[in-house]
């Protein structure tokens, strides 16, 4: 039972997700911040993606004690693309509260490369 709830929550969760940040892309119309919201949902989704998909395989296979490397790896590229996620809201909060100067945050980032 619970293979079949969480696969199907999962699979509405990302092709919602998906959809709608790439609805939000398309309809931005020069809107810098609604682009913005949009690529931060496509991340979000295809982020997660990695993690969901090969959880809702192994849910309906073998289990998930079974594919514990591709549940990790899953795991790992998530944390990334999160980061990612969090990187774009900080250029919607900037953009939403007109943040001139400060850029501290971005430097840091620059610098860690």
């Given at each position: 039972?619970q293979?079949?709830m ?5 699979a509405v969760?990302?092709?919602?997700v998906?959809?709608l940040g790439i609805v ?7 809107n810098k911040?609604y682009f913005l919201f ?7 989704g295809l982020?997660?993606?990695?993690h969901?998909?090969?959880?809702a ?12 490397v ?13 980061t990612?996620?969090?990187l774009l809201?900080?250029?919607v909060?900037r953009?939403?509260?007109k943040v001139?100067?400060?850029q ?7 610098l860690s490369q």
């Amino acid at each position: 039972m619970q293979a079949i709830m969480e696969t199907t929550f999962d699979a509405v969760y990302l092709i919602t997700v998906i959809t709608l940040g790439i609805v939000m892309m398309l309809q931005s119309k020069g809107n810098k911040q609604y682009f913005l919201f949009g690529i931060m949902a496509v991340v979000l989704g295809l982020g997660d993606s990695f993690h969901l998909i090969p959880r809702a395989i192994a849910l309906c296979t073998t289990g998930l004690e079974n594919h514990t490397v591709a549940l990790g790896i899953g795991k790992f590229i998530t944390s990334i693309t999160m980061t990612f996620f969090y990187l774009l809201l900080y250029y919607v909060w900037r953009i939403r509260y007109k943040v001139k100067g400060k850029q501290w945050l971005t430097v840091l980032f620059l610098l860690s490369q």
